[in-house]
């Protein structure tokens, strides 16, 4: 991937806050943690993180500052540009 260090570094913080919980809640987003810290460079990894992401971003708990990390880091996802084990 060609990001750099200044953009990911962000992101990287905002993941591994989702991961830790507790926002998104839910046994659906629990299960998405799951599939992230077992194999975050499957294909399964990139949707359970686009999954856990959409969560947070409809999640009216989660702080403003990281709302408005959430779509830049989907967009970025969705062109491939950064991926699921560039984040964990």
């Known amino acids: 991937m060609s990001m750099?260090?200044?953009?990911?570094?962000?992101?990287k913080k905002l993941v591994r806050k989702l991961?830790?919980?507790p926002q998104p809640v839910g046994v659906?987003?629990?299960?998405?943690?799951?599939v992230l810290r077992s194999?975050?460079?499957?294909?399964m990894a990139?949707?359970?993180l686009c999954?856990?992401?959409e969560g947070a971003l409809a999640d009216a708990s989660l702080?403003?500052?990281?709302?408005?990390?959430v779509v830049?880091?989907?967009k970025n996802l969705a062109r491939g540009t950064v991926g699921p084990g560039d984040l964990l």
């Open 72 to 74: 830049p880091l989907l």
């Open 39 to 43: 194999d975050p460079s499957s294909d």
């Open 63 to 69: 702080p403003i500052d990281d709302t408005q990390e």
């Open 51 to 53: 999954m856990l992401l």
């Open 28 to 34: 659906d987003f629990d299960a998405c943690r799951a």
């Open 19 to 21: 991961l830790n919980g």
């Open 46 to 48: 990139f949707q359970a």
């Open 4 to 11: 750099d260090d200044s953009r990911i570094g962000p992101w």
